[in-house]
């Protein structure tokens, strides 16, 4: 197939001036998704064949009746100009409606243009969902902030760049090296700006009966301004009677319910957890009592503002002094101090193989929008999972902040879980593998957010 070429079936098209710092002119077209190749109007992408191909796609995948496609290319662009641009064309959108954005993006050469990271969280406050990217070599080596020269020796899919081939389109998806392109839903619901966030705590549940009604007793009575809270507990058929203190919150209405026959690792129940969620923001937690639910509000706050996409809530303070808070078990150092030594070594380890300084890249409270994980391929069951989701979110251009939170370890008597000797293989061969692995599924489901219900795995 050729280079696509398409207009709306009215003919409608029509060529705006843009201000200086978007682009000289700027071509709007609002296309339908079933729509043939007939028209030579306009271009959807001026790029090859696959791009316009994969448009087409995804718009199928979108699954709204009478979806429509605008297209959008703002080649020099700052962030404020780009961020500003979604904002307008969002007003001008139905919901289910399908953008396809190109965009310069940040490089070395044209430092003050937009990251990967910058255009999420754009999209996210225009009131977009579902967003996928694909970014060029040369945007993905600026945002190695860390370690340029190793970034500069990996593959660009190891970076992050996208997929490279997708069923049903002819071609490699290589975008040019100075750009982003990017597909993206306009949401049903109002701009984040206009309405109540949700915020989907994903809470795996397994032998937890000494503190799991405590917990869910604090989160249901928990408030938050602006924020309304569903809590999607996973509970993998413990032995020691946790599943009917669960079963008691099954008709609590901010509770969606999952019961897994058998107990297949940690890292499962989160998965399925993140399946559930229908929120805007996704907060890990555990349900043994360790970190304070007070926390919440400031692991939230720079993401509700646009600052950030991604917050990890650090156990080990960042101020000078501030103490290692991590693990301390009273008539047991030995052994904490062998699994702080440990904690050093694998945080290390990270570190080195995805280009980051985290302080505590395997803390509970892993705090992201949703959309940051739309799509995304995940495969580890135990605490393996803690790698390969900070990985992943790295590749996909979402770094961290990190946020100090309130810490209390329990030691193995009280509960801990994790295999001393059995789980440290498993994280050396997670980090390694999800530096390269496949970064995302195929075919993508787009559905709109369905009705919480309860049911068994």
Known sequence: MGALRLKAEDGDQFEREVAAHYSARETIENIPANTSVQSTAG??????APWNELLQTYARHSDVAGAHISVLRLMKGNPEAVASALMERAAQLRAGDVLALEIGGKTRRFPDRMTREELGRALFLAGFENTLVWAGRAVLIAETRHARVLGALLPSSALGAGELRIP????RLIPP???ILC??????LPKPAERRLKLSVVLPV??????????????LAKQMDGIDMEICLVESNSTDGTRDDVLSYRDEPRVRLLLEDKP???GHAVRKGLAMATGDIVL?????LEYDLDDYERLIAPIRAGQASFVLGSRHSAEEGGGWRIRRFEGASQIS??????HLFFTWFLNAIFMQRLRDPFTMYKVFRRDCIYAMRFECNRFDFDHELVGKLVRNGFSPIELDVNYKSRSFDEGKKVSILGDPPTWIRACLKHRFSKLRDWPIAAPYIASSSAGSD
């Open 337 to 342: 101090d062998l699994l702080n030594l440990g």
């Open 183 to 188: 597909l993206a839903r306009r949401s049903s």
């Open 168 to 171: 049903g389109v002819s071609g």
């Open 177 to 179: 090296s100075d750009r």
């Open 43 to 48: 271009t959807v992408w001026d790029i090859p």
């Open 206 to 219: 397994y032998n937890e009966r000494s503190t799991f009604c405590d917990l869910m007793e604090r989160l």
């Open 264 to 266: 297949s690792g940690k």
């Open 284 to 288: 890990i937690q555990d349900a043994d």
